[in-house]
């Protein structure tokens, strides 16, 4: 089992930066792929960014280049630094391990963004 538990949520004016980080229970080193997704009221989850073992990284077009996800292992930790904030990125964000048949979730992480 995984536990997942994001943090570095906020308030946050428009143009402003914040770093969420997400702390798993065991060893991420077998975690192939570790996710960020986001939810906004009334919407569906959506994936933000995804981050392989090898370094590969992929995001969703609302947030290229803005937007970038990190895995230090030997932490046993997945960051999502966020540039450039919009109104549009305000969202619970929530972190996800795909391991083992089962994927797992952290209780996520409000981002607010309002001047």
């Known amino acids: 089992q995984v536990q997942l538990v994001e943090s570095g949520g906020g308030l946050v004016q428009p143009g402003g930066s914040l770093r969420l980080s997400c702390a798993a229970s065991r060893s991420i080193g077998s975690i192939r792929t570790m996710v960020w997704y986001r939810q906004a009221p009334g919407k569906q989850r959506d994936l933000v960014a995804s981050i392989t073992n090898g370094g590969i990284t992929t995001y969703a077009d609302s947030v290229k280049g803005r937007f970038t996800i990190s895995r230090d292992n030997a932490k046993n930790t997945v960051f999502l630094q966020m540039n450039s904030l919009k109104p549009e990125d305000t969202a619970v964000y929530y972190c996800?391990?795909?391991?083992?048949?089962?994927?797992?979730w952290g209780q996520g992480t409000q981002v607010t963004v309002s001047s």
């Open positions: 996800s391990a795909p391991w083992r048949a089962s994927v797992y």
